[in-house]
């Protein structure tokens, strides 16, 4: 019997396609094609093509895949970019997503192929995916420089996209002296003395990352400076400020490794002292956020960690001392929880 179109299960079939919807965006962003295209009037596929160095048959169905769903606008003298395009996919736009794209093709492409591994066996799938096994995560990443660039890229266009909802959620004007642990390029910090002038924020971040900080320094910028200091929060002492940052922390680590970052942090924390976390707050019955849960299956396939729900968060801060546990959904990418120490 013929379903009437009607009766199609439209959804299935859309999850279906997903994959190829991904690999079109990552494609054309691979080759610069919305980088191309900026500026420009329409241009026909066989320009593109010969300035993009690739074939035109290839091109054209590619530009054609990317305008179906909605990346690119096609008329009859040729291809443009829409305004989100221009503002997301671009490479150099404040709110570009273009290094978490390439990341997404270069890092989490090949992990994911390796989910059903990561979900028969539990656990993390970089030897498959990359034919090699470190003990943590952040050593894949940071073995090469490139390697190492492109995850910093990618953790740069989500806390810019994210940064100014995570430093608003709560007001955090009482707070004189922060410390980002974990806080990577600085986007988050950068944001942070924007909105809070009095507030003196440290970076600190593992000696890999604070060496290669300074390309994602914003230029012009008339605030006051972010410090940068290096170390491991596992092994070394922490700055000893009022407010203490983890931002998409958490999430990489198990329960046990969280408990020890949390004590040490709780050890150095004075009271009246606070925790501000930024992770995607799954619902307490862990069914109604898909990108939240396709983000844990994320860290299944790469790290240690998953995603928690509010009430794990609030159970994680309560046994090191931190109460008042407040949690503001932002609408954004990331939600945001507030603790203070008793
Ligand atoms: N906070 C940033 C954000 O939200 O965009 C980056 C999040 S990224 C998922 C985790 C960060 O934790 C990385 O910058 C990584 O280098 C840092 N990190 C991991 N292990 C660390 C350690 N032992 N000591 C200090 N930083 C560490």
């Excluded at 040729?78 to 997301?88: I, K, L, P, Q």
Aim: proline fraction near 3%.
């Amino acid at each position: 019997v013929l379903q009437s179109a009607s009766k199609l299960p439209s959804k299935i079939l859309e999850l279906m396609d997903g994959f190829r919807a991904s690999k079109a965006l990552f494609v054309a962003s691979k080759l610069k094609i919305f980088d191309h295209l900026k500026d420009k009037g329409p241009m026909k596929a066989v320009d593109i093509a010969s300035d993009v160095g690739t074939s035109v048959c290839g091109t054209e169905r590619l530009l054609d895949a990317c305008a179906s769903l909605g990346l690119l606008e096609k008329t009859p003298q040729g291809y443009s970019n829409t305004d989100s395009a221009n503002t997301y996919l671009t490479s150099d736009g404040k709110y570009s997503l273009h290094g978490y794209i390439i990341h997404s093709n270069d890092h989490l492409w090949p992990l994911f192929t390796n989910l059903e591994s990561a979900v028969k066996e539990g656990s993390r799938q970089n030897h498959r995916a990359f034919g090699k096994k470190a003990d943590d995560l952040f050593k894949d990443y940071y073995h090469s420089q490139e390697v190492k660039q492109r995850f910093m890229a990618a953790m740069h266009s989500i806390a810019n996209l994210t940064a100014r909802d995570v430093a608003t959620a709560f007001d955090l004007s009482q707070f004189k002296s922060a410390c980002d642990l974990g806080g990577c390029t600085g986007a988050l910090a950068h944001e942070l003395v924007q909105v809070y002038p009095n507030l003196k924020v440290t970076v600190f971040d593992l000696p890999e990352v604070i060496a290669n900080t300074s390309y994602f320094q914003p230029s012009g910028q008339h605030t006051a400076p972010v410090t940068f200091v290096s170390g491991d929060f596992f092994k070394d002492n922490l700055p000893e400020v009022d407010l203490y940052i983890l931002s998409r922390v958490l999430h990489d680590w198990s329960d046990e490794k969280v408990h020890v970052l949390l004590s040490k942090i709780s050890a150095v924390c004075r009271p009246g002292c606070a925790i501000l976390l930024a992770e995607m707050v799954l619902d307490d019955e862990k069914k109604n956020r898909s990108t939240a849960l396709l983000q844990s299956l994320n860290m299944l396939v790469q790290t240690e960690g998953k995603e928690r729900s509010g009430s794990e968060y609030q159970a994680l801060l309560e046994q090191h001392g931190f109460t008042n546990v407040k949690i503001r959904v932002t609408g954004n990418l990331l939600d945001v929880i507030l603790c203070v120490k008793a």
